[in-house]
C-alpha cells in the first residue's frame, strides 16, 4: 500500500468536480423557486472538498459527511427537492475513497463509476430540461386565451364550445388564476392563417371578452 501523499490525487478532485457540475443544473432548475436559496446552501456544502486540495484526510472527511447529509435528506426533503443532490453525494463518497495510492484497482472501478453516473445524469437532465422548458419555448402556439369576465365566464361555456369548434378549435376551456379568468381556444397546428384570424375574431366577439392574445405552449400546453 503507497503513501497517501500530501495532496489529493487528481482522480478524487476530478469526482469532487463532478459532484459540483451535477449540482449545477439543479440550481438551474430551480433558480426561479422559493427553492433556490436552500439548494445554493446545498451547492455550496457540495463545493466544500474542493477547497481542501492539500488535506487528504479532511476531503474525505469532509466528502462522506457532506455525501451521507444529502443521501439522509433525500427521502425527508422529498417535497423540496433534496433528491436531486443524489448524483452529487453519490460522486462525493467516491471521490472519498477513489485513491489510487491505496487502492490502485478499485479506484480506477469508482472513477469509471462516477464518471458513467455523471454523464448519466447531465444527459438525462438535459433531455428533461429540452423537453419542459426549452421546446415549449421554442414551440409555435397553438392556443388564444381570452380574458373573461367572471360574470360571463361559465354562462354559455357549452354554446362557445360549439361555435367555436365550427371555426377549427379542437377545444374550448375555461382556467382561473386567482382573481383573472380565461377562455382557452385550442386549434390544431395546421390551421391555416385566414382560419386562426377568423377564430380570433370570433372569439372577440364573445360576451365578456376583452383580450384575444396567444398564450405560449409552455403555459397552456
Do not use: N
Not at 477513489?98 to 490502485?104: E, F, G, I, S, Y
Not at 377562455?183 to 375574431?201: G, Q, S, T
Amino acid at each position: 500500500m503507497g503513501a497517501v501523499g500530501t495532496r489529493v490525487h487528481w482522480l478524487q478532485r476530478a469526482l469532487a468536480a463532478g459532484a459540483v457540475i451535477a449540482a449545477l443544473p439543479v440550481l438551474l432548475w430551480t433558480l426561479t423557486s422559493y427553492l433556490f436559496p436552500l439548494h445554493v446552501l446545498m451547492a455550496m456544502a457540495v463545493a466544500v472538498p474542493l477547497f481542501l486540495p492539500r488535506r487528504p484526510s479532511a476531503f474525505t472527511r469532509v466528502g462522506v459527511i457532506v455525501g451521507l447529509g444529502l443521501l439522509a435528506l433525500g427521502l425527508p426533503g422529498f417535497l423540496l427537492g433534496m433528491f436531486l443532490f443524489w448524483p452529487s453525494a453519490l460522486l462525493l463518497l467516491l471521490a472519498a475513497f477513489a485513491d489510487p495510492r491505496v487502492r490502485p484497482v478499485s479506484a480506477k472501478i469508482m472513477g469509471a463509476v462516477g464518471g458513467l453516473a455523471a454523464a448519466w445524469f447531465l444527459a438525462a437532465f438535459g433531455s428533461f430540461y429540452w423537453h419542459f422548458t426549452v421546446a415549449p419555448a421554442l414551440a409555435e402556439p397553438h392556443t388564444y386565451r381570452a380574458v373573461s369576465d367572471p360574470d360571463t365566464f361559465y354562462a354559455e361555456l357549452g354554446e362557445h364550445d360549439e361555435r367555436l369548434k365550427r371555426l377549427g378549435a379542437t377545444s374550448v376551456t375555461g382556467t382561473a388564476d386567482g382573481d383573472a379568468h380565461y377562455l382557452d381556444v385550442r386549434f390544431p397546428d395546421d390551421l391555416p392563417e385566414a382560419r386562426r384570424a377568423a377564430l380570433k375574431r370570433e372569439i372577440e366577439k364573445l360576451p365578456g371578452v376583452s383580450r384575444v392574445d396567444l398564450c405560449p405552449v409552455r403555459d397552456c400546453g
